[in-house]
Each structure stands twice: as C-alpha cells, then as structure tokens.
C-alpha cells in the first residue's frame, strides 16, 4: 500500500524557519518525482516545490522561490521541505504529493499545518 | 486569483448529471492535453480523480468522466451520489519560468 506521511509542521513566528518531512512506503521511492503542494485557509491549492529522481530538475512556485528547499533522501525514502523567512501567507496545509508525470498527482499524504503567526 | 477558472459552486439533486468548467489559456489548459481533477472532502487529502483530460485512474468509478475544448476543461459527474458532495479543482501544466502546475479555485459541489 502507498503511504505518504508528513510531519514537521507547526506554530513558528513570522521570519522563523520550518523543516516538513515526509515518509513515503509502498513502493519504488527513488523511482519518482515527488511535489509539495498547499492550502491555505479557505483557499485553492498551490504547488510550491517539484523534485526529479535524481535530483535532476527542481522548481520553485514564485511565491516561495529563494526562500523554500526542497531535498530527497532516496535511501531513507524521504522528502523534504527547508521553509525559511515564513510569512503569514505561507500558513497552510502542506501536502506531500507523488507525480505520475503528466501534471498529476496519484497519492498524497494527509498534509500537515503550518502557522505563521506572532 | 487563481490562474484557472471555475464556478464557485454548483449543485445538482441525487441522480442527476453535473459538469463542472474551467478555463484556463492558450498557455495552459488549450496548449496541452494535461489537465487533471481532484476531489477534496473537508479534512481530507485531494484525490486524484481525472487525468490527461479524460483518464480515470484505477477504482475512479466510471461515473466521473473529463473532456476539453479549447481553453476548457470540463468535469461530467452523472448519477449524483450522496458522497460526491466534495470540492473539485482542476490543474493543468503550464510554462512559466519553468514548468509548471496551475490550479482552478476549486468548486463546491452539493448535492441536493
């Protein structure tokens, strides 16, 4: 059974930083690309990160550029999402997502919340 | 604002048929055959319910069924039932800097 868990978020200040996980089971880790999507509040949903196998090709949403990293560890079968310099705006749920290729997503996991807040 | 656009809601009565649009641009849903669909119960994660503008994964009833003209996407549901009342968004690749997903705003269904 594909299982995706993330864990990591959180309450964190305004400027403050934020690592997600998330734990992949079930099948071939290493051999997808993996995304990290969100919702904010009441909102739609938001693609802010894309990695390749291999770490051939990352990319960013604008929204976050320069201030999100995303990371895998094929042999632990992870992801992961750095989260620096967080905003108010990046209050959300974050989902962990497996890409089958063609602008799709075919499992994700249950999210975790991240709250910006002073 | 969302790059695609959907109707914020709409309804239909158990049994009855139900399609759901979103437009997007030449750059986005009328430039590639990669549209998607998810379905969103509340406290749930998004479900993968359409891709590549008309194919359903497997155990996605046959109920659910996508198309695309020009720069829309459409989601069809026939035969309401109870448990379709969800959120639906559409997605679809685009080119921006790179490449890229773009989302609707997302549609609520209620069934009736």
């Known amino acids: 059974e594909v299982r995706l868990v993330e864990s990591g978020g959180g309450l964190v200040q305004p400027g403050g930083s934020l690592r997600l996980s998330c734990a992949a089971s079930g099948f071939s880790f290493r051999s997808y690309e993996m995304n990290w999507v969100r919702q904010a509040p009441g909102k739609g949903l938001e693609r802010v990160a894309f990695?390749?196998?291999?770490?051939?090709?990352?990319y960013y949403g604008d929204s976050v550029k320069g201030r999100f990293t995303v990371s895998r560890d094929d042999a632990k079968s992870s992801l992961y999402l750095q989260m620096n310099s967080l905003r108010a705006e990046d209050t959300a749920i974050y989902y962990c997502?497996?890409?089958?290729?063609?602008?799709?997503?075919?499992?994700w996991g249950q999210g975790t919340l991240v709250t910006v807040s002073s | 604002q969302s790059a695609l656009t959907q109707p914020a809601s709409v309804s239909g009565s158990l049994g009855q048929s139900i399609t759901i649009s979103c437009t997007g641009t030449s750059s986005d849903v009328g430039n590639y055959n990669f549209v998607s669909w998810y379905q969103v119960h509340p406290g749930s994660a998004p479900k993968l319910i359409i891709s590549q503008v008309t194919k359903r994964p497997s155990g996605v009833s046959n109920r659910f069924s996508g198309s695309k003209s020009g720069n829309t996407a459409s989601l069809t549901i026939s035969g309401l039932q109870a448990e379709d009342e969800a959120e639906y968004y559409c997605c679809s690749h685009a080119i921006r800097n790179t490449p890229d997903w773009v989302f609707g705003g997302g549609t609520k269904l209620t069934v009736l």
């Open positions: 990695i390749s196998t291999g770490n051939g090709r990352i």
């Open positions: 997502a497996r890409d089958i290729g063609v602008a799709a997503a075919d499992y």
